[in-house]
Nanobody
Framework: QVQLVDAGGGLVQTGGSLRLSCAASGLTFSRFAMGWFRQAPGKEREFVAA????????GYTDSVKGRFTISRDNAKNTVYLQMNSLKPEATAVYYC?????????????????WGQGTQVTVSS
């Protein structure tokens, strides 16, 4: 049984930082691309960042480039999202996702497994 457990969300002021983590079990982690998506109230779930199964070629949505960093530790079956210089528009539930391919995609329909989500709230 595949499980992705998201953690690390919380309430932070504008300009602050948070580090999200996602611990995976029940799958061969090093054979999955990993990603982060987010969903704000009343909006569709959107792509935030992703990384290949080898840890290479990280990709980001334009609005977070230079401020967010995705990384993974295949020995710990964990993917991280370091979020710096947070803005109120980053407020959302953040979900990690796993895709059984070497490379990632921005299309959420192509991701096979999802975490339960962790709330990030950025106050102005």
């Amino acid at each position: 049984q595949v499980q992705l457990v998201d953690a690390g969300g919380g309430l932070v002021q504008t300009g602050g930082s948070l580090r999200l983590s996602c611990a995976a079990s029940g799958l061969t982690f090093s054979r999955f691309a990993m990603g982060w998506f987010r969903q704000a109230p009343g909006k569709e779930r959107e792509f935030v960042a992703a990384i290949n199964w080898s840890g290479g070629n990280p990709g980001y949505t334009d609005s977070v480039k230079g401020r967010f960093t995705i990384s993974r530790d295949n020995a710990k079956n964990t993917v991280y999202l370091q979020m710096n210089s947070l803005k109120p528009e980053a407020t959302a539930v953040y979900y990690c996702a796993a895709r059984p391919f070497a490379t990632w995609s921005r299309e959420k329909i192509t991701w096979a497994y999802w975490g339960q989500g962790t709330q990030v709230t950025v106050s102005s």
